[in-house]
């Protein structure tokens, strides 16, 4: 008579096929490439010092902003870009040339200073919008008093 060893014995092969099965979908589901999740965009808040509340005709008003980033992506860009509303005056980036309202801008900094000259005797009122390349936009309102 030959011996049988009862030790071996699979008493429930589908238990066994069950614990095979999961752990091969544990192995391969972990060996798929996935993308790895790089954020590009990172939200941004715009910091304005306080201005003066009146403005004469023909005087220059400093504005000093700061971009503040939530994050640091080496090519991310920001732009400038006002409208003036109500009155006339110009607004330029330290000496360069007025901006053209509704225009464009690249900002080349995030800490910057604009100067606003008034050229009316009256109330003015502009809104100037930064964004970035990643659609992120903040939108900030001046509005200035005539001294005249």
Not at 34 to 52: A, G, N, R, S
Not at 71 to 85: L, T
Request: charged share 20%; hydrophobic share 35%.
């Amino acid at each position: 008579m030959k011996p049988t060893n009862n030790n071996y014995r699979i008493k429930y092969p589908g238990l066994w096929a069950l614990l095979v099965m999961i752990f091969s979908s544990v192995m391969f589901s972990s060996c798929k490439k996935h993308d790895l999740d790089i954020q590009q965009t990172f939200p941004f808040e715009v910091k304005v010092m306080p201005v003066p509340s009146e403005v004469a005709n023909g005087q220059a008003v400093e504005i000093r902003l700061t971009i503040q980033r939530s994050g640091n992506f080496k090519d991310a860009r920001y732009y400038i870009r006002y409208f003036q509303f109500e009155g006339k005056g110009i607004l330029r980036y330290y000496n360069q040339p007025a901006y053209y309202p509704n225009d464009l801008y690249p900002l080349p900094q995030t800490e910057f200073r604009l100067y606003y000259t008034s050229q009316s005797e009256v109330s003015q009122s502009f809104e100037v919008w930064i964004s970035d390349n990643f659609g992120n936009e903040k939108q900030l309102s001046f509005q200035f008093d005539s001294s005249d």
